[in-house]
């Protein structure tokens, strides 16, 4: 008889965790508390301009390796669209529309000639990003890791000879977009992979993708039909309360540990969750996909802070993220993705380009922003605008239709230096508890590619027990 594992969340981890869980054979049974799968990277339908909303501009890239599989598994592979090569545009005030393009060379070539042959950095400049480059290649990883616990990312900028104008213009915006924190509080060693990985691994791994429709259309409801067609469940509108513990039993055969992993701490075992409705659901496994900030009211205080495994948990801080989304009546840039320099908003993308929708639809992103969490919508949306008109004149002409604007608080974990030693594994101190998530100990900064690596990680530990 297949083993009943209960998974709770939607979003990218959850889903991933159980399509693995699934396809090795085993019942799942996944709860979403909203009405909706996708968690913290979905799209919604938004009426007043008869467009797909994705509630956060979310980007892959050719080095998600792990998201590709689990899109290839759930047959919606097709739905992301690549670049051919890595092309970047920038627009500022001083150089107006500048960028990137990279040939396809072997790695590092393709990167280092496209700085070379650049418009957007000074020749001193191309030669600051090749000492870099140079120094990720030729230093030692094990040794290189602790000192970049120490170092946030503009520390470790500076120390490898990057100058002030080049960290703004250029590793800033990749930073932010990447960590979702400010490069003087973000840990170097979140960012140091995601440089590794993205733009000196290969020419195809550097590849920009965007999904070329709603983020949810892109895996949601087939990677729950790939669930429900191996005798699992999706049930959403499921409210889960609390998890429900008990006395871990003393015989061990029960328990086994897997070879390599360090036995259970805790006396307790989790035999599952209780809703809102006082239901209570039992399983074999549980598996909690949902945010820290999330997991921390499902526990009792006893389980809170009666280990330190959930008091590091509970000490995580999060960053959040603003979307400002426009319609106007005519096209105000043709490019499909843009860093901003200099400005407020970091990152512009032409949402009717890449939709195809055929609408004159912008979303401009403001990554880490504490500062600007609590501001008014309209003090947002003149931020936006003022910042269009500078940087695209097409804008000068043109008339605002719509405008909705997306804060989320809680978008993801803050990825501060002193936030790496709090990230958990898959495994807990308590029996059949489970973990996932992008905030888990996956190596990478809270991005689609950490969430999906976390949810294979936490269903290989399942199966091992």
């Not at 960012?191 to 259309?217: C, K, T």
């Not at 106007?328 to 990152?347: K, M, N, P, S």
């Not at 639809?361 to 309209?378: D, M, N, T």
């Amino acid at each position: 008889m297949s083993r009943e594992i209960l998974i709770i969340g939607g979003g990218f981890a959850g889903l991933t965790a159980g399509v693995a869980l699934a396809e090795a054979g085993c019942r799942v049974r996944l709860l979403e508390q909203k009405p909706y799968l996708g968690g913290r990277a979905r799209s919604f339908f938004y009426a007043p301009a008869s467009a797909v909303v994705d509630n956060g501009q979310h980007i892959f890239m050719g080095c998600y390796h792990e998201t590709l599989r689990f899109l290839k598994t759930v047959g919606t592979l097709d739905s992301i669209r690549f670049q051919p090569d890595l092309t970047v545009d920038f627009m500022d005030r001083e150089s107006g529309h500048t960028w990137l393009a990279c040939p396809r060379l072997p790695a590092p070539w393709h990167l280092l000639a496209g700085v070379m042959r650049s418009n957007s950095f000074t020749f001193r400049e191309k030669l600051e990003i090749l000492r870099l480059g140079r120094a990720l290649r030729h230093a030692d990883l094990g040794r290189r890791s602790e000192a970049l616990d120490r170092l946030t990312v503009d520390g470790w900028m500076a120390a490898l000879g990057q100058s002030e104008r080049l960290r703004r213009n250029l590793w800033d915006l990749l930073s932010i977009a990447a960590l979702n924190e400010d490069p003087r509080i973000a840990a170097a060693a979140v960012f140091e992979p995601v440089l590794r990985l993205a733009l000196f691994q290969s020419p195809e791994d550097s590849r920009i993708g965007l999904a070329s429709n709603g983020l949810s259309q892109c895996y949601t409801s087939s990677a729950a039909s790939y669930i429900e067609a191996r005798g699992g469940k999706v049930e959403l509108g499921q409210s889960v309360t609390s998890f429900i513990f008990e006395t871990a039993p003393t015989d061990a055969s029960r328990w086994p540990t897997p070879a390599g992993s360090a036995p259970a701490e805790s006396g307790l075992c989790c035999r599952g969750v209780k809703l809102a409705n006082n239901t209570e659901i039992s399983a074999d496994a549980l598996l909690s996909a949902v945010a820290p900030f999330q997991l921390v009211h499902l526990l009792p205080d006893e389980v809170l802070h009666g280990d330190p495994f959930f008091e590091r948990v509970a000490r995580l801080q999060p960053a959040p993220i603003i979307s400002i989304n426009l319609w106007f009546d005519r096209e105000i840039t043709e490019v499909d993705f843009a860093g901003l320099r200099g400005t407020t908003t970091q990152w512009l993308f032409n949402k009717g380009r890449i939709l195809g929708s055929g609408d004159h639809y912008v979303s401009l992103v403001i990554s880490g922003a504490h500062e600007h969490i609590q501001r008014k919508k309209e003090a947002l949306l003149a931020i936006a605008l003022g910042e269009l008109l500078e940087l695209f004149p097409a804008a000068r002409g043109a008339r605002l239709l719509h405008s909705l604007i997306l804060k989320e608080r809680f978008a993801t974990f803050s990825p501060a230096v002193q936030a790496l030693p709090l990230r958990p594994p898959a495994a807990t101190p308590i029996r059949n508890l489970y973990l996932a998530g992008d905030w888990t100990d996956t190596g990478l900064p809270a991005t689609i590619e950490s969430a999906v690596k976390s949810g294979y990680t936490a269903a290989a530990e399942i199966l091992k027990r």
